[in-house]
């Protein structure tokens, strides 16, 4: 048999194997609509464009990618990875892929735009991964949202995009307990520190759209003090960065304010450090004047002074889920290659889970009354 050829494909698709040409190596100059008809093509012929990956067409790479959109596990002020959730999340996927037999490829700070597509396209067109894990910071992300409808094998991490395969935890129920354990404990006056504008957009609706993480806890810090009786109160809540350096100056602000609260939940573990050495530096006690909560239950909360109260979510029982349920939809996938039937008919239903999450509590806040 001879060597299938872009003629075959432009042939099998209705349009001119110039166009096929654009489609594989600028996609972006081409119509959706005849992008979606190249690439069933491509697929229904197990077409695939380089040369040295033909041979791979049936062949599993044993690698998936994990990568990252508008996100980093680096530092913001330096290129050195530093200890933050996005790290962990990598470093247990990674752990997670060992187990499974896979290696884990990792991308980073990869943008919303057709050069992102491209590039994670041809890594699965030259048979270099088999699937996605993608860490996004907004539902839609024009990037995976493209790369699902095109039948690539993707599963979103942390963020429910009611359109794509996904894993996330319960940030609104973790907010939400948040609140009612620092009321329980007699705290009244409670300050929330969220993520930066591009994670947390101030005055969202409680139901408008998809929140991302950040907004999510803030929607659950709302929930629960409307079911304590509290007001919501606009000077308490404050920006950050989930850096160290943004939560220190969030409670320094916080504890100039002419009422001052006496509780403050920060979105993340290493703000909420910074916020303890912003405390200390002002000589306010906690938990006795202050009360402070964290996100993440990092390792390092057990060793802070006082010990991190902090919400602690699965992460190696998340990290494996997302795994398994991308190697489902290799398999399907490698399935439907090897016996073409109607796409519509093989789709998969989407699976979408969400993990509980529990506040691990330690000294930084006070007992329960």
């Not at 494909?9 to 040409?21: H, L, P, R, W, Y």
């Not at 609104?172 to 329980?184: C, I, M, S, T």
């Not at 303890?276 to 000589?283: N, P, R, S, T, V």
């Not at 796409?343 to 330690?362: C, D, E, G, N």
Request: aromatic residues 6%; glycine residues 6%; proline residues 5%.
């Amino acid at each position: 048999m001879s060597r299938l050829t872009i003629k075959d494909v432009a042939k099998a698709a209705g349009v001119s194997f110039q166009t096929v040409s654009l489609v594989l190596n600028h996609p972006e100059k081409v119509a959706p609509r005849t992008r979606e008809l190249v690439q069933a093509a491509i697929d229904a012929l197990n077409f695939i464009p380089n040369v040295a990956a033909r041979s791979l067409r049936n062949i599993s790479t044993r690698t998936l990618a994990c990568v990252m959109f508008n996100g980093s596990s680096y530092d913001e002020r330096s290129e050195r990875t530093q200890d933050t959730h996005y790290h962990n999340v990598v470093q247990t996927l990674t752990r997670a892929a060992d187990r499974a037999g896979y290696t884990l490829l990792q991308r980073n700070l990869m943008r919303e735009d057709e050069a992102s597509l491209v590039y994670v396209r041809d890594l699965f067109l030259a048979g270099r991964i088999d699937g996605m894990i993608a860490m996004v910071n907004r539902a839609g992300n024009p990037v995976v949202s493209e790369l699902h409808r095109l039948g690539y094998p993707c599963v979103v991490y942390g963020m429910a995009d009611p359109a794509c395969h996904h894993v996330v935890q319960s940030d609104r129920q973790a907010g939400l307990a948040v609140v009612e354990h620092l009321y329980r404990s007699g705290c009244r006056r409670i300050a929330l520190v969220t993520g930066p504008q591009k994670d947390h957009q101030p005055g969202k609706s409680r139901e408008e759209g998809v929140p991302t993480s950040s907004e999510a806890r803030y929607f659950g810090y709302l929930d629960g003090l409307e079911k304590c009786g509290l007001t919501p109160r606009p000077e308490w809540v404050v920006t950050g960065d989930w850096s160290l350096e943004s939560g220190y100056r969030a409670a320094a602000q916080l504890c100039h304010q002419a009422e001052r609260p006496d509780a403050i939940f920060l979105g993340n573990d290493r703000m909420a450090l910074g916020a303890l050495k912003a405390l200390y530096d002002l000589g306010v006690k906690v938990p006795h004047e202050i009360s402070v909560v964290g996100f993440d239950n990092m390792r390092y909360d057990d060793f802070s002074i006082p010990a991190l109260t902090s919400v602690d979510a699965p992460m190696l029982e998340m990290c494996e889920f997302a795994v398994k349920l991308l190697l489902e939809r290799i398999e399907q996938r490698q399935e439907q290659r090897s016996q073409p039937t109607d796409p519509a008919s093989t789709q998969a239903a989407l699976v979408q889970k969400m993990f509980s999450t529990h506040l691990v509590i330690r000294d930084s806040t006070r007992p329960v009354m």
